[in-house]
């Protein structure tokens, strides 16, 4: 069963950047569609990016052009580069797997999830 574990959460100022990593326990997952997706406190979870096999990319409308999904050379390890940070920004991210190829937009919203990391928290404070 495929292992995926986040990194690289923390605190940080509006306006600063955090990285974070998904290390997976097999490439070949990385290669199907993954993607970040976040959990305020008292709201639901939203997907923020996906990437898939293509290198096709998605994004919630509200970190395009901050947000930055990647997936390194090696392929096992799945990127979130996040700039110009704000409060709203705040919560818990998690990977995700997905058992298809190819991404599609209503992916963000509901997924054929095959495997979940345990979390990493993000706090943007003002």
């Known amino acids: 069963q495929v292992q995926l574990v986040e990194s690289g959460g923390g605190s940080v100022e509006a306006g600063g950047s955090l990285r974070l990593s998904c290390a997976a326990s097999?490439?070949?997952?990385?290669?199907?569609?993954m993607g970040w997706f976040r959990q305020a406190s008292g709201k639901e979870r939203e997907g923020v990016a996906l990437?898939?096999?293509?290198?096709?990319?998605m994004y919630l409308d509200s970190v395009k052009g901050r947000f930055t999904i990647s997936v390194d050379n090696g392929e096992t390890t799945l990127y979130l580069q996040m700039n110009d940070l704000n409060p709203e920004d705040t919560g818990i991210y998690s990977c995700?797997?997905?058992?298809?190829?190819?991404?599609?937009?209503?992916?963000?919203?509901?997924?054929?999830?095959?495997?979940w990391g345990q979390g990493t928290q993000v706090t943007v404070f003002s």
């Open positions: 995700a797997a997905l058992r298809d190829e190819f991404c599609y937009p209503h992916m963000l919203h509901n997924g054929n999830f095959r495997a």
């Open positions: 990437i898939d096999s293509a290198d096709d990319t």
């Open positions: 097999s490439s070949s997952y990385i290669r199907n569609c």
